[in-house]
């Protein structure tokens, strides 16, 4: 399960799985990386929010922040990524451990609030755009 949080709440969750033909990002190294753009016609509201270009020009910052993963050097080879990331016997590491695949129950309840009260545009059900349901949209309950 790959978890982003803010504050340490959960903003989005991606789950492996893998076992049913859904590619999970494991086997390479993995960035951050943001941009602002124009999507007033599509991730506002179905075009109802058009952006309030009066207010430009926009930046975006970060204060305090902090990437808590393996870290990788640049280049390298998937193989070698898998190799120094990847829990041996005698070393785990944090995100192997069985309590990470899944969310806590206050982290699933964190979850549901923040789509409830901040998420403006959801690719998943944005038929629209998507006709067909993407694999990783289909929602899995265990």
């Not at 109802?48 to 050097?73: G, M």
Request: net charge negative.
């Amino acid at each position: 399960m790959c978890r982003f949080l803010v504050d340490e709440t959960p903003i989005r969750v991606h789950t492996n799985l893998e076992h049913k033909g859904i590619p999970f990002p494991k086997d390479q190294a993995m960035g951050v990386y943001s941009s602002i753009w124009n999507a007033d016609d599509w991730a506002t509201q179905g075009g109802r929010v058009k952006t309030d270009w009066t207010h430009a020009p926009f930046i975006a910052t970060y204060k305090d922040f902090e990437i808590n993963a393996c870290e990788v050097a640049v280049p390298v080879t998937s193989t070698e990524n898998a190799k120094k990331c990847a829990s041996s016997e005698d070393k785990k590491y944090w995100w192997d451990e069985p309590m990470l695949n899944e969310l806590t129950i206050h982290q699933s309840h964190q979850l549901i609030w923040v789509r409830a009260n901040h998420m403006v545009y959801d690719y998943c059900a944005d038929t629209a755009r998507f006709p067909a349901i993407p694999l990783e949209c289909v929602r899995h309950h265990h």
